[in-house]
C-alpha cells in the first residue's frame, strides 16, 4: 500500500478511509449490511486475476429491489419520483406504491417483448417518467439496461445499437429544448438502419410532440400496451451480484465506443455507502440532481442512489433559466429538495442572470450544494457558496467509477473544504498522484498523474463490454512498471492529502518544456473581475511547441472594440503573468458569447483546439450550440 498524506481529521473519517484501504474485505462486508440481500455472499471480494475484481460472490439481490420493494411498507405512500418538465409544463409526483406499479407494468411490457434475463434493452429517452420506469423494469427482471443520450445523433447511436445488441430499444417521439421539440423517431430509425443488428422490437412512447412513422410489426405504442397490462404483478429475478446491470457508453471516444460494464451487488453497496457517506442522503427527504439519464450522474444519483437511500428524486426535463433563473430553487422550495447535485457550467449559466433569483425562493430545506462533472474553479464556487449561504461541495468521479473518488464527506464529520479542491479520498479508493515517468508517488504539491490502485472498489466498472483486453490496455497500461488504474487526469495533492485536479492528461500544453494544465491557466484568467468563463487550448507552435489560446465569455454582455478588447486583453496576461509566471501567459485571448459545450455541460475542449489548428472538429452531434465553433473562426479572423 502507497503511503498517504494524512488528512487531520477527528480521526472519524481517517479511520474510515485507511480500514477500507488496510482491509477492504471487512470495511465492505460491513457496508453491505445498508441492502436487502435474497442470498448472502460467500466472499466478499475475488481479486485472483487482476485487474479484475469480483465484490460479493455468491450472493444474490436486485437493485429494483433495493429502489422501490423494500420501500413499501414505510414509504409506500411518499414520493418517489417527482417530474418536472418547464418543457410541456407538467408536473407529477409518484409515490412508491405508484411507481412499484408503474415498473411492474414496464416490465411485463419487456417479458412480452420476449426480453429475459441477460437480454440488452436499449433506451434512448428524453427526461420522463417512463426513461425512470424502463430502467427499473430492467433491473427488475434482470435484462442489462444500455440508456443512450437522447441528444445523441443516428450513427453514434447505430454503433452502440451494433455493440450492445438490444433485443428491444424503448424510445418516445421527441425529446424538448428550450421549448422546441426535438425529434428522436427519425434518427432512431436511421440508427437501425445503419447497423447490421436489427432489434427485434420498438417500444414508443408518444407525446403529442411530433409526427413520426410506425414501423408494422417493430413499433409498439407504450400506451396501449401500459392499458393492457395496468394491473400486471412480475416478480422480481434475484441475480448474482457480480452479474451485469448496465452498460454505459463513455462519451468522446472515438472508433468503436466503450460500454462501462457495471455489476449488481458491488453497484448497490457503493451508491448506498456514498449516499450516507458523501451525499448526507437521509430516508423521506428529497434529492434533486440536474443531470440527465444518459450521463452517469443520472443513473447513480437520479435513478438508484436516491431511491435505494428511501428518497424521493426529482426528474428535471429542462434547462436552468427557464422560464427564468430561479427554477431549480423554485423546485427545491415546492419540493423541499435536501440535497442538490449539479455541474459546475450550469452554475456559471446562472452567474450571469440576475442575483435577485437566488434570494427569491425558501433554500432552508437545502443541506448542501453538490458539484461535479469538471473542476470546479474557486470564483465560481465563492460566488454561488455566498449567494445561497449553503455548503459548496465539490467530488470528483468518472463514468468508469460510478460514484465519487475524490469527495469532502461531511456525512462522516463536518470536514472543511478548500477552494478549488474536490477533497480527499473516499473510502475504498486508494488514489495517489504519481510520476508519469517513474510512476512513483509524487511529493506534496508536485503535478502528475491521478492513479488509483487495484482492486477498485466496489461499484467500479467490472470491464469494458465484449472486451476484457481493452479495459486492461486502455486503464491498467499507463506506466510500465506497475498496474495502476489511470484516470487521465492530472492532479497535485497538496501538503494536508486534498487534491486538485488540473485536467485531462492530453490536455496539459507543453510551452517550450514547461508542462502546464489548461485548468491552471483558466482558474487565474477566471480570478479577472470582468470574466464570466474561459477556455483554454493548447495550440501548435512552431517555437515553442505549443501556445495557450484562451476564449473567454465576459460577464457583461456590451460588445467590446477592438481597442477595449486590446486592453482587457492586455489586463488578464497581466493577471496570468502575477499568478503563474510568464510560461503560462496565453498567447491569445479571444472574446466570445458562448464557448462550446455538449449539452451535459462539458467543454468541447478539442473541437476548439482543431478549429484553431484549422483541423476537422470532429463528430459533433452533442453539441449544445452549433453557432458556438463558428464564434471561436471568427474570433480569430
Known amino acids: 500500500m502507497v503511503e498517504q498524506t494524512k488528512y487531520q481529521s477527528n480521526g472519524t473519517y481517517q479511520n474510515l478511509y485507511d480500514e477500507s484501504i488496510r482491509n477492504p474485505k471487512g470495511f465492505w462486508a460491513r457496508q453491505a449490511d445498508l441492502i436487502h440481500w435474497q442470498k448472502p455472499f460467500e466472499k466478499v471480494l475475488d481479486d485472483s486475476k487482476p485487474p479484475f475484481a469480483a465484490w460479493y460472490v455468491g450472493g444474490e439481490t436486485n437493485l429494483c429491489y433495493n429502489a422501490v420493494d423494500r420501500h413499501l411498507d414505510q414509504l409506500g405512500d411518499k414520493p418517489a419520483l417527482i417530474y418536472v418538465s418547464t418543457e410541456v409544463d407538467q408536473e407529477k409526483v ?3 406504491r405508484q411507481l412499484h406499479q408503474e415498473v411492474q407494468i414496464a416490465a411485463a411490457m419487456l417479458q412480452k417483448m420476449g426480453v429475459k434475463k441477460g437480454d440488452r434493452v436499449l433506451i434512448y429517452m428524453p427526461m420522463i417518467p417512463e426513461a425512470t420506469f424502463a430502467m427499473l423494469a430492467c433491473a427488475r427482471i434482470g435484462a442489462i439496461h444500455s440508456v443512450v443520450f437522447g441528444g445523441f445523433a443516428s450513427h453514434s447511436l447505430a454503433s452502440r445499437i451494433e455493440d450492445a445488441k438490444p433485443k428491444v430499444i424503448v424510445s418516445a417521439d421527441a425529446g424538448s429544448r428550450a421549448g422546441k421539440a426535438v425529434a428522436y423517431k427519425p434518427l432512431l430509425d436511421e440508427a437501425i438502419e445503419r447497423s447490421s443488428y436489427k432489434p427485434g422490437h420498438v417500444l414508443m412512447v408518444n407525446r403529442g410532440l411530433v409526427p413520426f412513422n410506425t414501423v408494422e410489426g417493430r413499433d409498439h405504442d407504450y400506451a396501449a400496451l401500459r392499458k393492457e397490462l395496468a394491473t400486471a404483478k412480475v416478480p422480481v429475478t434475484w441475480l448474482g451480484a457480480t452479474d451485469t446491470s448496465y452498460i454505459l457508453y463513455t462519451s468522446g471516444t472515438t472508433g468503436k465506443p466503450k460500454g462501462v460494464q457495471r455489476d449488481v451487488g458491488g453497484y448497490a453497496v457503493a451508491l448506498a455507502a456514498s449516499m450516507k457517506y458523501i451525499f448526507m442522503g437521509e430516508k423521506g427527504k428529497t434529492f434533486f440532481a440536474t443531470s440527465d439519464i444518459g450521463w452517469v450522474v443520472g443513473h447513480s444519483y437520479i435513478v438508484y442512489g436516491p431511491l435505494i437511500a428511501g428518497m424521493a428524486t426529482v426528474m428535471y426535463e429542462g434547462v436552468p433559466i427557464r422560464p427564468d433563473a430561479g427554477i431549480w430553487w423554485k423546485i427545491v422550495q415546492d419540493h423541499k429538495v435536501s440535497v442538490l447535485f449539479s455541474a459546475p457550467t450550469a ?3 446562472l452567474k450571469k442572470q440576475d442575483p435577485a433569483y437566488l434570494s427569491k425562493y425558501d433554500l432552508s430545506s437545502l443541506k448542501a450544494l453538490f458539484l461535479a462533472g469538471e473542476p470546479l474553479d474557486e470564483t465560481t ?32 464529520e463536518e470536514m472543511p473544504g478548500k477552494l478549488g479542491s474536490p477533497g480527499v479520498p473516499v473510502f475504498g479508493f486508494n488514489v495517489n498522484v504519481l510520476n508519469e515517468d517513474t510512476a512513483q508517488p509524487c511529493k506534496a504539491n508536485e503535478k502528475g498523474v491521478v492513479a488509483i490502485e487495484g482492486p477498485l472498489p466496489p461499484g467500479c466498472m467490472q470491464t469494458v463490454w465484449g472486451d476484457d483486453e481493452r479495459f486492461v490496455k486502455t486503464y491498467w497500461s499507463s506506466f510500465k512498471t506497475r498496474q495502476v488504474y489511470s484516470t487521465f487526469d492530472w492532479g497535485i495533492r497538496d501538503e494536508d492529502g486534498y487534491f486538485f485536479i488540473l485536467g485531462r492528461t492530453d490536455d496539459v500544453i507543453n510551452v517550450a518544456g514547461h508542462r502546464l494544465g489548461t485548468r491552471e491557466i483558466e482558474e487565474s484568467i477566471s480570478s479577472h473581475p470582468a470574466v464570466a468563463e474561459v477556455a483554454v487550448v493548447g495550440v501548435a507552435d512552431q517555437v515553442k511547441g505549443q501556445v495557450a489560446v484562451a476564449f473567454a465569455i465576459l460577464k457583461s454582455a456590451d460588445s467590446l472594440d477592438q481597442a477595449q478588447a486590446k486592453t482587457l486583453e492586455a489586463e488578464i496576461m497581466k493577471v496570468v503573468d502575477s499568478q503563474l509566471g510568464a510560461v503560462a501567459r496565453p498567447a491569445r485571448v479571444y472574446f466570445v458569447n458562448v464557448l462550446p459545450k455538449t449539452r451535459s455541460g462539458k467543454l468541447l475542449r478539442r473541437s476548439i483546439q482543431a478549429v484553431c489548428e484549422g483541423r476537422d472538429p470532429g463528430d459533433m452531434t452533442t453539441i449544445e450550440d452549433p453557432t458556438a465553433l463558428a464564434q471561436i ?5
Open 94 to 96: 409518484y409515490t412508491f
Open 347 to 349: 452554475v456559471r449559466v
Open 381 to 412: 464556487s465563492d460566488w454561488i457558496s455566498g449567494a445561497i449561504g449553503k455548503p459548496i461541495v465539490d467530488n470528483y468521479w468518472q463514468t468508469e467509477t460510478g460514484w465519487p473518488i475524490l469527495a469532502v464527506q461531511r456525512g462522516v
Open 633 to 637: 473562426k471568427s474570433a480569430m479572423a
